[in-house]
């Protein structure tokens, strides 16, 4: 019986090792898939610079887009709420923010939609349009902005 004991002890390792070593090639390859889908996702959160199409005016905001589809922004003035998805060539986000005058009373929003790419794993640029709709819903111009991001996340998705 002992040496059936030391057999079944013996196999028993071999067969512990061998789904370690799988396990481990298995992560490896996890890890190279996750780096290489990385580079494809723009979940995380961004430091971003605004510039205007025929305008000197440049802003600065912060931009979180999450694993869930939904989109934050933050200027240091507004907050904004949006969405992302996907898209053929990289992702499309929307988003809204609201703006108040200086006794608190709301103002106008601006309604954005932009098409972004990532340009690296750490990068992206976005074109598209913010639409500013005064407290009447009367339109008051259309601005046409890039946004060239860096990810700033601890780590990256």
Do not use: C
């Amino acid at each position: 019986m002992a040496v059936k004991s030391g057999a079944l002890r013996r196999t028993a390792l071999r067969a512990a090792v061998g789904v370690v070593a799988i396990g481990t090639v298995v992560g490896l390859t996890g890890s190279a898939m996750g780096e290489a889908g990385r580079t494809r996702s723009p979940v995380g959160t961004w430091a971003v610079v605004i510039t205007f199409e025929g305008s000197d005016k440049v802003e600065r905001a912060l931009f979180a887009l999450e694993r869930d589809g939904s989109f934050e922004l933050a200027d240091g003035k507004r907050t904004g709420l949006g969405t992302w998805q996907p898209t053929a060539t990289g992702f499309r986000y929307a988003f809204r923010h609201y703006d108040v005058d200086d006794q608190g009373v709301f103002d106008w929003e601006l309604r954005g939609v932009q098409d972004g790419a990532l340009t690296s794993a750490d990068t992206f640029t976005s074109n598209g349009t913010g639409t500013s709709v005064d407290a009447d819903g009367t339109v008051q111009g259309v601005f046409h902005t890039r946004v060239e991001a860096k990810r700033y996340s601890i780590q990256s998705p």
